[in-house]
């Protein structure tokens, strides 16, 4: 079985890494022999990184070798099909799924966060090309109503969960590690100090947050004489804006400015009492290493990944106030139980997040 895999790879961004780290591990354990391809930014990086043949995102030559003799061509997963971040990245990645159609390969959308989708021209030409995929599979309820109302209704359409949630929990062990190597105390080990982590990044409205979070900051450390550890989901954007916001609080805070693989992100986050974040999937990293969350929605996928766990924000970067950070922060920690999540609402997710794999293996053996 010969599959590429077209996604937003390469950009060193840790949630779609995680993306693709998860992808490969439940396809591999599905099936040991399969042949893997990855459209990738920097397909050095990503051969490095994941031990898998990769190909650069603009050659196209090596792009239509590639899907000419594939088996499968897998988009996704992740925000691929919405133009609110880019208007060209959609055109883009509409193009290689045409393409594989082309070619008369099947086409699977993994497990795609989709929307939102701006402009008459923009909808159309995206219901004409994913009307033709064999197999959709959505992220979240959300993007079953974005489907709708783009009119696809042609492909077999299954709500499952992001592919990360189907990764495998790790040691604590790698986080401390790192964690002491930024600090010479030994504040990780005292139980008494709880570690918050937060996870940032600019967006419209990052002024108001900027500021609101630097106040709550003061006060989570003023009552709970908690550590601040700022975790960088992608290190080249995350941590200015952790600098920023570190910059106007009154306490010392931890910024960690390495760039992590996914294995250690999720050590980090298990390393930690709560975290708060605005990064999709910091949250989820969370949700895997059984973390209390408290997350700030700048963004559609964060209110909808909320949502799939019984969930909400507690406000967005434009309305949130420091006092609501505070109330959330203190209600965790005054709750003993607070690392007991729904376990059977955890494992329901992972499951979902490998039916993906298992259902882009069948559709393989069934073409």
């Known amino acids: 079985m010969k599959i590429v895999i077209s996604g937003y790879y390469g950009s060193k961004n840790a949630g779609d890494?995680?993306?693709?780290?998860?992808?490969?591990?439940?396809?591999?354990?599905?099936?040991?022999?399969?042949?893997?391809?990855?459209?990738?930014?920097?397909?050095?990086?990503?051969?490095?990184?994941?031990?898998?043949?990769?190909?650069?995102?603009?050659?196209?030559?090596?792009?239509?070798?590639?899907?000419?003799?594939?088996?499968l061509l897998i988009s996704g997963g992740g925000s691929l099909l919405q133009n609110v971040t880019s208007r060209r990245s959609l055109y883009y990645y509409l193009g290689i799924i045409f393409l594989a159609e082309f070619f008369c390969k099947p086409v699977m959308l993994y497990a795609q966060g989709i929307g939102p989708i701006c402009g008459n021209f923009a909808k159309r030409l995206t219901?004409?090309?994913?009307?033709?995929?064999?197999?959709?599979?959505?992220?979240?309820?959300?993007?079953?109503?974005?489907?709708?109302?783009?009119?696809i209704t042609r492909p077999k359409i299954f709500c499952t969960a992001d592919p990360v949630l189907a990764i495998k929990a790790t040691t604590l062990d790698v986080g401390r590690k790192i964690l002491h190597n930024y600090n010479e105390d030994q504040f990780i080990d005292d139980e008494q100090t709880p570690l918050i982590g937060l996870a940032v990044r600019r967006w419209h409205g990052f002024d108001h947050f900027q500021n609101e979070l630097a106040k709550a900051i003061d006060q989570i450390v003023e009552k709970f004489n908690a550590r601040i550890i700022f975790l960088p989901m992608q290190a080249s954007e995350d941590v200015k804006a952790a600098k920023a916001v570190a910059e106007i609080t009154n306490v010392d805070c931890t910024i960690l400015n390495d760039e992590y693989i996914t294995s250690d992100l999720l050590s980090l986050v298990g390393c930690m009492d709560i975290l708060i974040s605005i990064r999709l999937h910091a949250l989820i990293f969370a949700g895997v290493m059984n973390v209390p969350m408290i997350g700030i929605s700048y963004d559609p996928k964060i209110d909808r990944f909320l949502d799939s766990i019984g969930e909400n924000p507690i406000g967005d970067l434009e309305n949130i106030t420091a006092e609501k950070?505070?109330?959330a922060v203190e209600k965790i920690l005054q709750n003993k139980n607070s690392k007991s999540?729904?376990?059977?609402?955890?494992?329901?997710?992972?499951?979902?997040?490998?039916?993906?794999?298992?259902?882009?293996?069948?559709?393989?053996?069934?073409s």
């Open 17 to 71: 890494e995680a993306m693709l780290d998860a992808m490969l591990e439940v396809l591999h354990e599905i099936d040991p022999n399969i042949s893997i391809t990855v459209i990738s930014v920097n397909p050095e990086n990503t051969r490095k990184r994941h031990n898998v043949e990769a190909i650069a995102w603009l050659d196209i030559f090596s792009i239509v070798r590639k899907i000419f003799s594939a088996d």
């Open 127 to 151: 219901n004409l090309i994913v009307n033709r995929v064999k197999l959709i599979t959505v992220r979240d309820h959300g993007s079953l109503e974005e489907l709708r109302q783009l009119k």
């Open 325 to 327: 950070i505070f109330k």
């Open 341 to 366: 999540r729904d376990s059977e609402l955890l494992k329901n997710l992972h499951d979902k997040a490998r039916l993906n794999a298992e259902l882009a293996i069948d559709l393989i053996r069934r």
